[in-house]
């Protein structure tokens, strides 16, 4: 009988072993994506996004000035067109 429980002791050892946290696969993408990709790199492309938001808050600043200093009666209007 010493062998089961010596056998049931192990497999209790190494179940114990899996359910711990540091064992555990991590949660997500955002767990497989922090333990792939290194700090240094997330940190640029952490940059490069809050430059590509600065550029289109840029274009779209841009085109609202635009917007805002022509004439109302310069912008296009729509023109209907008969068909025959």
Known sequence: MTDLEDRLAELEQRLAALEAPSARAPKGLIGLWREVVPSEVRTHLRAARKERLLAARALLDHRIEHLEKA????L???????LD
């Open 76 to 82: 296009p209007r729509r023109e209907s067109i008969s």
């Open 71 to 74: 004439p109302a009666d310069a």
